[in-house]
């Protein structure tokens, strides 16, 4: 333990700087430093360098430049611990692919650049504006449960499609490896019969904590044996470019800014965007209110508001310094169970979650600069993008469908869904809100009021 350490009494949440909505924490002062959790960040790490081929593809990036963007988010992803939010942070994982087809609808260059930056931009100062206020849960609750319900089962099904479709799918470089790892990825985190030994045995459960790592190390094993990418080792230091990024792919730099009618252009899929980010703030909450009776000790302080504040922040300074498409979302949620649940094991295990949450994220960053990391995962990041996008759909599709609240919302949630999918957010949410009008009328924010609930309340 540090000597600058403040020794945290039992019942108290960890010392911190108050800054306006935010609790400033510094590692070895205000919380302990969690080494386990370092160690498995810089695996981890491998996940996140998935979105390479994607800024490659989508954008025309070459590597090293995008290599630069994932290193810009990854340093973001510390203001999480720093400020006081008790979660790991990630992507908006099921709206990256609303996302590319919303830019792939431009020509690539500046214009498809254009609409990138104009989007994460809007995005960001939304989420700032309603951190602000604490509109939140009211803009949330006002959007019908239908209209819900269909932009996340479209977004499933989006992140399926973008995986499988042709041309240009990312299935068809590396069919073998992505379908075994795909089906090892989905046997370990939902098959009963795994789920049991994860139970009873210790090494079962340690697998089912890696999330959809121990199907990564399979791509590396199994891509080489195949024929369907190399096995590259180098050591060394990464080599991220942030010169070409900051002189050629920003908007301060020869690119210039968006147009107004751009920023205007992107608003319904801002909103699509947020309704995810909505649902992964609720994820955050029940996450938390499921691990707090085991650690008395240690009362978590979760704060949409600041969560809102930080995820605004995030993708209004990354739209500007390094535009991403994966997006800057609040949790990462598969990592933040993990942490959890080591954190619930009492004081000897992880001190605060704080310490937990903020080394994970600090391990991934210090990964992004290690040249043997990077190395021998460039050649299968396509089938590390596959398997997150498959699991996303997987999870995308049955949220969305659970979020409905009758057989009428069910209807409509795929009308909205099959729209967002071929025509983009604008359609998709004028077409939900004609048929939900049209459906139920006066009961347009109520929904249906006639029939039984679609699921059971446990499972609502």
């Given at each position: 333990m540090s000597k600058w350490m403040v020794k945290r009494p039992n019942g108290q949440e960890p010392p911190f700087i108050p800054l306006w909505k935010f609790k400033m924490r510094f590692p070895f002062i205000h919380y302990r430093w969690e080494w386990a959790d370092y160690i498995q960040g810089l695996v981890m790490c491998a996940v996140c360098l998935s979105i390479i081929p994607v800024l490659q593809d989508v954008l025309g990036m070459p590597f090293e430049v995008a290599l630069a963007i994932v290193i810009l988010n990854g340093f973001l992803y510390l203001f999480h611990a720093w400020l006081g939010d008790p979660v790991v942070p990630g992507w908006v994982t099921?709206?990256?692919?609303?996302?590319?087809?919303?830019?792939s609808s431009y020509p690539e260059g500046p214009q498809r650049m254009h609409a990138l930056i104009a989007f994460e931009l809007t995005l960001g100062l939304w989420c700032i504006f309603l951190g602000v206020t604490g509109l939140s849960r009211k803009v949330i609750s006002s959007i019908p449960r239908s209209i819900k319900a269909g932009v996340v089962l479209g977004a499933?099904?989006?992140?399926?499609?973008?995986?499988?479709?042709?041309?240009?799918?990312?299935?068809?470089?590396?069919?073998?490896?992505?379908?075994?790892?795909?089906?090892?990825?989905?046997?370990m985190m939902y098959n009963p019969t795994f789920k049991?030994?994860?139970?009873?045995?210790?090494?079962?459960?340690?697998?089912?904590?890696?999330?959809?790592?121990?199907?990564?190390?399979?791509?590396?094993?199994?891509?080489?044996?195949?024929?369907?990418?190399?096995?590259?080792?180098?050591?060394?230091?990464?080599?991220?470019?942030?010169?070409?990024?900051?002189s050629d792919w920003v908007p301060w730099g020869s690119l210039g800014w968006p147009s107004l009618s751009m920023y205007l252009s992107s608003i319904p899929l801002v909103l699509a965007a947020y309704i995810v980010i909505f649902g992964d703030a609720v994820q955050c909450q029940a996450i938390i209110r499921d691990a707090d009776p085991y650690r008395p000790d240690e009362p978590v302080d979760y704060n949409p508001d600041r969560a809102h504040l930080i995820v605004g922040i995030r993708n209004s300074l990354m739209s500007v310094l390094g535009p991403d498409i994966s997006m800057c979302g609040p949790i990462w949620a598969a990592m933040t169970v993990v942490t959890y649940e080591r954190w619930k094991k009492g004081r000897d295990s992880m001190d605060s979650i704080l310490g937990g949450v903020g080394a994970f994220r600090f391990g991934t960053f210090t990964g992004y600069w290690l040249l043997p990391i990077v190395s021998i995962t460039r050649p299968i990041l396509p089938a590390a993008l596959a398997l997150t996008m498959?699991?996303?759909?997987?999870?995308?599709?049955?949220?969305g469908v659970r979020e409905a609240g009758s057989l009428k919302d069910l209807g409509i949630a795929g009308l909205v869904a099959g729209v967002l999918i071929c025509k983009g957010a604008a359609w998709a949410f004028g077409a939900g809100i004609i048929a939900t009008f049209i459906v139920y009328g006066a009961n347009f924010f109520r929904g249906d009021v006639e029939s039984p609930p679609l699921w059971a309340d446990r499972v609502r």
């Amino acid at each position: 333990m540090s000597k600058w350490m403040v020794k945290r009494p039992n019942g108290q949440e960890p010392p911190f700087i108050p800054l306006w909505k935010f609790k400033m924490r510094f590692p070895f002062i205000h919380y302990r430093w969690e080494w386990a959790d370092y160690i498995q960040g810089l695996v981890m790490c491998a996940v996140c360098l998935s979105i390479i081929p994607v800024l490659q593809d989508v954008l025309g990036m070459p590597f090293e430049v995008a290599l630069a963007i994932v290193i810009l988010n990854g340093f973001l992803y510390l203001f999480h611990a720093w400020l006081g939010d008790p979660v790991v942070p990630g992507w908006v994982t099921p709206a990256i692919p609303l996302l590319i087809a919303y830019v792939s609808s431009y020509p690539e260059g500046p214009q498809r650049m254009h609409a990138l930056i104009a989007f994460e931009l809007t995005l960001g100062l939304w989420c700032i504006f309603l951190g602000v206020t604490g509109l939140s849960r009211k803009v949330i609750s006002s959007i019908p449960r239908s209209i819900k319900a269909g932009v996340v089962l479209g977004a499933g099904i989006a992140a399926i499609q973008l995986i499988f479709k042709q041309p240009g799918g990312k299935f068809w470089s590396m069919p073998i490896t992505i379908s075994v790892c795909a089906l090892v990825a989905l046997f370990m985190m939902y098959n009963p019969t795994f789920k049991n030994l994860s139970q009873k045995y210790l090494p079962f459960k340690i697998l089912g904590n890696l999330g959809i790592l121990p199907a990564i190390v399979m791509a590396i094993i199994v891509a080489p044996i195949v024929g369907e990418a190399g096995f590259e080792l180098e050591w060394g230091i990464s080599r991220p470019d942030f010169a070409t990024l900051w002189s050629d792919w920003v908007p301060w730099g020869s690119l210039g800014w968006p147009s107004l009618s751009m920023y205007l252009s992107s608003i319904p899929l801002v909103l699509a965007a947020y309704i995810v980010i909505f649902g992964d703030a609720v994820q955050c909450q029940a996450i938390i209110r499921d691990a707090d009776p085991y650690r008395p000790d240690e009362p978590v302080d979760y704060n949409p508001d600041r969560a809102h504040l930080i995820v605004g922040i995030r993708n209004s300074l990354m739209s500007v310094l390094g535009p991403d498409i994966s997006m800057c979302g609040p949790i990462w949620a598969a990592m933040t169970v993990v942490t959890y649940e080591r954190w619930k094991k009492g004081r000897d295990s992880m001190d605060s979650i704080l310490g937990g949450v903020g080394a994970f994220r600090f391990g991934t960053f210090t990964g992004y600069w290690l040249l043997p990391i990077v190395s021998i995962t460039r050649p299968i990041l396509p089938a590390a993008l596959a398997l997150t996008m498959i699991i996303q759909g997987f999870v995308s599709v049955y949220v969305g469908v659970r979020e409905a609240g009758s057989l009428k919302d069910l209807g409509i949630a795929g009308l909205v869904a099959g729209v967002l999918i071929c025509k983009g957010a604008a359609w998709a949410f004028g077409a939900g809100i004609i048929a939900t009008f049209i459906v139920y009328g006066a009961n347009f924010f109520r929904g249906d009021v006639e029939s039984p609930p679609l699921w059971a309340d446990r499972v609502r």
